[in-house]
């Protein structure tokens, strides 16, 4: 099996859809994408836990390999990237855009850039990816954006210049690498030998970038702006996808480099999620606005899964894994209820609108399950990786469970609160609410089957990603 | 050939190319009119092609003087393109005084 | 054949769920209701042919299907055990459950939803079955926070009403807080064990050896918090009283006969853990005597019909956690299942005056029932009876029980209970009086609209008054304790099986509950009868009844002490902490545009500076090299 096919596929996407112009160019995209999906699916059947290794030298000097790897961390995340992606295209395909050809380019590529990241083991390739990851985002921000056409190039401005700089600070972190092992191998990376002042110094420099772009407290501030001015399909990319690429990083790039400098920062860092986490679940209380309110949702759950990267236990690991995938669905669900409401009811403000149970019980009960599954109730995805996460916590520290366990109840009180304000009580809007269309429909049909699926049984999933973890686990310990 | 080389002395030679190497970046300094600056430019490269020319005969190496050769015809070119260039802005705006080119302020 | 037979016990409610939620539009009005009791009863059917499976075979049934979640070191999987607790909780759970479809479907037969609420009910059984059926901690959470989530649904059935809503996010919430709590013990119990199995923890505890003992002290605490939650006691309780805002058929199933008492079988459960800990389970006495003390003295003030009883619920739940506090597991489950029968029978009894008396609650606009409400009326003051502990119903021999075992270990814990079962006999009376005798008291329209409740409501209140009445045979002071042999293989330490026969305190015990009840229902009747006193209203109540009426205010002071702090800290968050995240990071941006105020003068544009510049540069260029 050739793993370097489903990134020919997707960049021959980019372009076919280009030039197929803008009546066909959103079919086009979604033919690629479920090809994407199709051909990800042969490689999970064909997938041994042995993994596989594409490597070609491009430049002997500096030494730069196209070298792609696949294990079963990356195969996850590839998963995830192609399945979501037809739905992704599915909650825009039906509403006329413009320039279509432009933006489902932008996504095929974006996407594209991030199946890069997931399977590149060349850190100058991964870098490459990494940044033209950000380039698309950039674009469909400021093209198609809501609201003041200002605002919006200004929270992409901000988000592209935020992220770029700490991308840097990785940049300078590979380069360093570079120079003491005179590869840009991931595996001679894995092995380098550094000294403790070296390892903080890499460890921090990667750190800023991923920081950035999950977003762990304090280094969220463009995030919140971002998911409100971008459009659905942006959001989606951003917070289902392009976050999972920085958690992604952090288990492939970071840890395993710097064992020593990552165990003399984990408290601090943990500590960071975990003020992540409560100050994201009580900062919506307060927000009006829906999409901000997903935002800081968000910034919560994603705070949970970088809580369980950096607690460097198996099961911790293991549950960021599960949840990465489960948050990457879930929030695609949220984000498309929100964007059905606004396209609907023509608002964005929480205390506009209510009631809306009464006239449409479909999309209640769809809005109900991703709000149930957010808020991590058994037997959906999402508890199946926080429950896993909080027992790789216990493993560190009891008081880390502790605290942000109370996410269990300061999560249900937000969201519920939410749910309370939108979906309950009298429907006073003037008009009608048009229940779920076909296409939302099965979109929703899809993320239940897969949040209600492997909230029961999980297993396969844990068994992919074992012997990834532990390989990372090994170079953690060391 | 050698012979004036002896004759004259390099160092003579180094002074001259000095010399008019100075006279051209005051020029370059102290002109207003970009006619001249790149006359004094011109005569900068010249110095610094006599000295090219100078040091390969005191080589024995012809390369340097082909060198030359390939700079003159390049410099030549270069001139060509400069005038144009300043003819250019000296129809648009009536001057070539460089003081009145000041659309590149930051 | 086993497995699908045991999975059929889930699957049958399950099914009525989903027929319902996808299909019940389409169905009219009564076909859901006999969908849905029709899963419940078929639930019941199949635990009746264990239940009597069991009684010969003695060996519990256990189902192990696939792994649901997997941890590095152990996984915990979806095992389902069918022993003696679980049978008993599963009959109670589908017996009273059926019987409430039944009264549901005459209850709820106006409401537009109500295909709804069956669908809700059905995810309720099936959740509690999950949860008294779970073979490890693991899958009991599920089901712990399934009941939980179905309560959430129920209580905001009526969604329209956002006062509702609320009351429904504040028992989902409450009861979260004790679920982290019962995670943490989970985790606790796993770390150190290695298995979240109860047959393998057990096994694992039976020898404590090298076992940290704090930690699991401290286990046992969560867990107990996490019942706590779950069953409504001090500190957690505010929630029960609000989550009345649901349909009395709810109210009676979940709020007082099943889910609440949910916390008292996981403890039972465990009961191998909590043996192990004397001090955890002094604090499970305390907390349970002075929630039922407390709770109770609330209860004599209240005027809506229903809050009282769910004032009652959490001191008879309290009652129950005092017994478990003594080591008395059989006598808790004994009273568990006799409070299921009496308080579901009151609960449904009062849904039927508040039926007839068009959505009425208020104690102080009923009265006179008793002429127009027969069989509701013989109902309720069977259950009253019961429930105040007068023999031979079956509340008097189960809180007698309750007595005897804290009369044994701790005096004054015995006291507080003996007051508390003497308000409990006030207020029950104190209900029956003013709701079923003297004049009606309501408008006269509500009068004209008075009416005995269908066949449907009335044929499970008279099963109901059946059950309160000889439930208590199943364990009975005189030797005949049927209750704790069949308890014997699940719980290993029964405390005083042995030893059960009556001796002489035993007789006074029993004389001086009999009296504190009937002192009870003497000082009703003097007030309410004789006296022919009506609580006053809202604006003229005073003194310590004000604040009794307003329950100690202890809403009023979480929403001070919690609410409030967390809504001010999100808007410290938002309006100070975002911002200065936000501007240290654009300050960066900011520095630079204003460093480019400066530099950028340096490009003046005029050419002959920039190569004056430039050749000066140059110059100090050459010169440093030629320094070095």
Redesign the interface.
């Known amino acids: 099996m050739d793993i370097a096919i489903i990134l020919i596929i997707l960049l021959a996407g980019t372009f076919v859809t280009f030039f197929s112009g803008d009546k066909y160019a959103s079919r086009v995209a979604l033919s690629f994408s479920i090809l994407t999906a199709a051909y990800s699916l042969f490689l999970l059947l064909q997938y041994h836990t042995t993994g596989a290794e594409y490597s070609i030298q491009w430049v002997a000097s500096p030494n730069l390999n196209f070298s792609l790897k696949l294990d079963g961390l990356s195969l996850l995340m590839i998963l995830l990237n192609s399945i979501l992606l037809p739905v992704i295209i599915l909650t825009t395909l039906p509403h006329k855009v413009p320039f279509e050809k432009l933006l489902y380019s932008l996504v095929m590529f974006m996407s594209f850039a991030m199946t890069g990241v997931f399977l590149s083991s060349d850190a100058l390739l991964y870098y490459v990816f990494w940044e033209a990851s950000l380039i698309p985002i950039y674009f469909i921000i400021v093209m198609w954006g809501n609201g003041d056409k200002s605002k919006r190039r200004q929270a992409a401005m901000?988000f592209f210049?935020?992220t770029f700089?700490g991308s840097l600070f990785m940049m300078a972190a590979i380069i360093y690498m570079y120079s003491k092992t005179g590869s840009f191998q991931l595996m001679d990376f894995y092995n380098a030998d550094l000294n403790t002042t070296e390892q903080i110094w890499v460890f921090l420099g990667f750190f800023f970038a991923f920081a950035i772009k999950i977003p762990i407290f304090?280094f969220?501030?463009?995030q919140a702006n971002v998911y409100q001015r971008a459009p659905l399909i942006g959001t989606l990319l951003l917070g289902a996808l392009m976050s999972k690429m920085g958690l992604y990083s952090v288990i492939r790039w970071q840890l395993p480099i710097a064992p020593y400098a990552l165990h003399k920062f984990q408290g601090i860092i943990l500590v960071l999620c975990i003020i992540g986490v409560i100050?994201g679940a009580?900062?919506?209380?307060?927000?009006s606005n829906l999409k901000r309110f997903f935002a800081y949702a968000s910034l919560s759950h994603v705070g949970f899964i970088a809580a369980g990267t950096y607690a460097l236990?198996?099961?911790g690991l293991?549950g960021a894994v599960i949840l990465i995938l489960a948050h990457g669905f879930g929030i695609v669900g949220l984000f498309l209820s929100a964007e059905i409401i606004h396209r609907r009811m023509n608002t964005t403000q929480i205390p506009e609108m209510g009631?809306i149970?009464?006239v449409a019980?479909k999309f209640t009960?769809a809005f109900l399950l991703m709000v149930?599954a957010s808020i991590a109730?058994?037997?959906s995805f999402n508890f199946?990786g926080e429950?896993?996460i909080?027992?790789g916590l216990?493993?560190v520290n009891?008081w880390y469970?502790?605290f942000i366990?109370?996410s269990?109840?300061?999560g249900?009180?937000f969201m519920?609160?939410m749910y309370?304000q939108v979906?309950?009580?009298?429907w006073t809007f003037k008009g009608a609410f048009k229940d779920l269309t076909l296409n939302e429909g099965f979109i929703f049909i899809i993320l239940i089957a897969v949040v209600l699926f492997f909230g029961?049984?999980?297993?396969p999933i844990?068994e992919i990603v074992t012997p990834a973890l532990q390989e990372i686990l090994v170079y953690i310990n060391r | 050939m050698s012979n004036i080389l002896q004759e004259i002395g390099i160092n003579n030679y180094i002074y001259l190319s000095v010399l008019l190497f100075c006279v051209g970046v005051l020029g370059i300094l102290f002109r207003r009119s970009a006619i001249v600056m790149l006359m004094s430019v011109e005569l900068m490269l010249a110095s610094a092609n006599m000295l090219l020319a100078v040091f390969s005969v005191y080589h024995q190496d012809a390369s340097g003087q082909v060198f030359v050769v390939f700079s003159m015809a390049v410099a030549a070119a270069e001139v060509a393109v400069g005038l144009a260039i300043l003819v250019a802005i000296f129809r648009n705006i009536g001057s070539i005084d460089i003081e009145k080119l000041k659309n590149l302020k930051g | 054949m086993e497995t699908v037979f045991v999975l059929l016990l889930l699957i049958c409610p399950f099914t009525g769920f989903l027929i319902n939620l996808l299909a019940g539009k389409k169905m009219g009005r009564t076909l859901p209701g006999i969908i849905a009791t029709t899963a419940v009863s078929a639930s019941f059917a199949i635990s009746l042919f264990y239940f009597i499976q069991i009684l010969s075979t003695n060996a519990p049934v256990e189902v192990r299907l696939f792994d649901w979640v997997t941890f590095g070191e152990f996984s915990i999987g979806f095992d389902l055990v069918l022993d003696q607790l679980s049978l008993l909780w599963l009959l109670v759970v589908t017996g009273i459950g059926a019987l409430i479809h039944v009264y549901s479907t005459g209850y709820m037969k106006d409401d537009e939803n109500v295909d709804r609420f069956f669908s809700y009910l059905n995810l309720f059984i099936f959740f509690m079955i999950l949860l008294v059926t779970a073979g490890n901690l693991g899958i009991m959470f599920i089901g712990w926070e399934g009941v939980g989530l179905c309560s959430y649904l129920l209580i905001g059935f009526w969604y329209k009403n956002q006062s509702y809503n609320d009351a429904a996010k504040k028992a989902f919430i409450m009861n979260r807080i004790g679920d982290l709590g019962f995670l943490v013990g989970l985790f606790i119990l796993a770390y150190l064990l290695g298995t979240v199995d109860f047959r393998a923890m057990s096994f694992e505890l039976s020898d404590i050896y090298g076992i940290d003992k704090k930690l699991l002290g401290v286990a046992a605490l969560c867990l107990f918090v996490g019942a706590m939650g779950k069953s409504a006691q001090i500190p957690l309780y505010t929630w029960l009283p609000d989550a009345m805002a649901g349909p009395t058929p709810v109210s009676a199933l979940i709020h007082a006969a099943t889910m609440v008492t949910a916390g008292i079988f996981m403890v039972t459960r465990m009961s191998f853990l909590f043996d192990l800990i004397p001090d955890v389970q002094t604090f499970i006495a305390i907390v349970g005597a002075v929630t039922a003390l407390f709770a109770a003295s609330i209860g004599i003030a209240q005027t809506d019909i229903k809050k009282v009883l769910a004032y009652s619920t959490v001191s008879q739940l309290g009652l129950m956690f005092m017994a478990l506090g003594f080591g008395a597991y059989h006598v808790a489950v004994f009273h568990v299942i006799t409070h299921a029968f009496f308080k579901a029978c009151l609960f449904l009894g009062s849904g039927s005056v508040i039926h007839a008396m068009g959505g009425e609650q208020d104690m102080r606009r009923m009265g006179g029932l008793k002429k127009v409400m027969g069989v509701t009326f013989v109902t309720f003051l069977i259950s009253t009876l019961s429930i105040s502990g007068i023999p031979p119903f079956a509340g008097f021999f189960s809180k007698d029980e309750i007595m005897l075992a804290a009369f044994e270990h701790n005096k004054i814990l015995w006291a507080i209970a003996a007051l508390a079962s003497l308000l409990t006999a006030f207020y029950m009376f104190r209900v029956l009086f003013l709701t079923f005798y003297k004049d009606f008291r309501g408008t006269a329209e509500q009068k004209h609209h008075l009416h005995e409740s269908p066949k449907s409501m009335t044929m499970p209140l008279i099963v109901l008054a059946i059950l309160a009445t000889v439930g208590g045979l199943i364990s009975l002071p005189f030797g005949f304790n049927w209750l704790n042999g069949y308890l014997q293989p699940v719980i290993l330490n029964l405390q005083g099986v042995e030893h059960h026969s009556l001796d002489s305190t035993g007789w006074i015990l029993m004389g001086v509950s009999t009296a504190i009840a009937l002192i009870g229902f003497g000082l009703a009747y003097s007030k309410y009868i004789s006296k022919s006193a009506v609580p006053q209203e809202d604006d003229k109540i005073g003194g310590f009844a004000k604040v009794l009426y307003n329950k100690y205010y202890i809403d009023e002071i979480y929403n001070t002490v919690f609410i409030k702090p967390i809504y001010a800290m999100a808007d410290f968050f938002k309006n100070v902490v975002e911002k200065i995240v936000a501007a240290s990071v654009l300050a960066f941006g900011k520095g630079i545009a204003i460093l480019s105020v400066y530099t950028k003068a340096l490009h003046n544009g005029s050419v002959g500076f920039y190569l004056f510049v430039f050749v000066i540069g140059f110059c100090s260029v050459v010169f440093c090299l030629l320094l070095i």
């Open positions: 901000t210049i935020y700089a304090p969220h501030s463009w100050y009580i900062i919506a209380l307060r927000q236990t198996f099961d293991l009631g149970k009464g019980p009960i149930l109730i058994p037997l199946t429950f896993t909080m027992y216990y493993q009891i469970v502790i366990g109370t269990m109840f300061l249900a009180f519920l609160r309370q979906m309950l009580g009298e029961i049984y999980s297993k844990v």
